[in-house]
T-cell receptor, first 114, second 115 residues
């Protein structure tokens, strides 16, 4: 079975500071890792994904994530947070052993204060 | 144009009623999904269809019946609604079933409240 843990329910950061949203995963075989963002009363928007190749993945809106196989982590980062980044962030994992099923973490609410 | 669109966005209904949520994607994708997000924001897959054929059914009660008339549409019908069915239901699609090199795109969600 595959699983995702997002250990922080909420992350608070001041505008302009770097942000990190943590994600660890458990899966058999090679993982496919995704980050999605959900704004209030909206659907999930794709941010970035890791399938294979370079461990550092760059995505939308200046976000990036680093795949760390030894730590089974895929933390989301941004060098300088914006107030408009405030939203709910979901990490998800899948692999071909589980077909096309994505398992989502519980979400982390990011609050960026001016 | 919205890539994955679902209707209605908001639905309030009484226990015991039957309701449907419709979903359409204009991305030309082969695979469509229904996900449920509960009040604690947990997201869980319910169903997945590939080219109109059911490929994932995650132990969802029989009261939930997906129907895919063609690969651009995946509707969700719910019979005998219960209070616990209150949630946000997300439709999604991807180009093909395999996750390799593939991205799942979500609709805006349908907020179902059962009273």
């Amino acid at each position: 079975a595959q699983s995702v843990a997002q250990p922080e329910d909420q992350v608070n950061v001041a505008e302009g500071n770097p942000l990190t949203v943590k994600c660890t995963y458990s899966v058999s075989g090679n993982p496919y890792l995704f980050w999605y963002v959900q704004y209030p009363n909206r659907g999930l928007q794709f941010l970035l994904k890791y399938i294979t190749g370079d461990n550092l993945v760059k995505g939308s809106y200046g976000f990036e994530a680093e795949f760390n196989k030894s730590q089974t982590s895929f933390h989301l980062k941004k060098p300088s947070a914006l107030v408009s980044d405030s939203a709910l962030y979901f990490c998800a994992v899948g692999n071909n052993n589980a077909g096309n099923m994505l398992t989502f973490g519980g979400g982390t609410r990011l609050m960026v204060k001016p | 144009d919205t890539a994955v669109s679902q209707t209605p966005k908001y639905l309030v209904t009484q226990m015991g009623n039957d309701k449907s949520i419709k979903c359409e994607q204009n991305l030309g994708h082969d695979t469509m999904y229904w996900y449920k997000q509960d009040s604690k924001k947990f997201l869980k897959i319910m169903f997945s269809y590939n080219n109109k054929e059911l490929i994932i059914n995650e132990t969802v009660p029989n009261r939930f019946s997906p129907k895919s008339p063609d690969k651009a549409h995946l509707n969700l019908h719910i019979n005998s609604l219960e209070l616990g069915d209150s949630a946000v239901y997300f439709c999604a699609s991807s180009q093909r079933a395999s996750l390799s090199g593939n991205t799942i795109y979500f609709g805006e969600g349908s907020w179902l409240t059962v009273v």
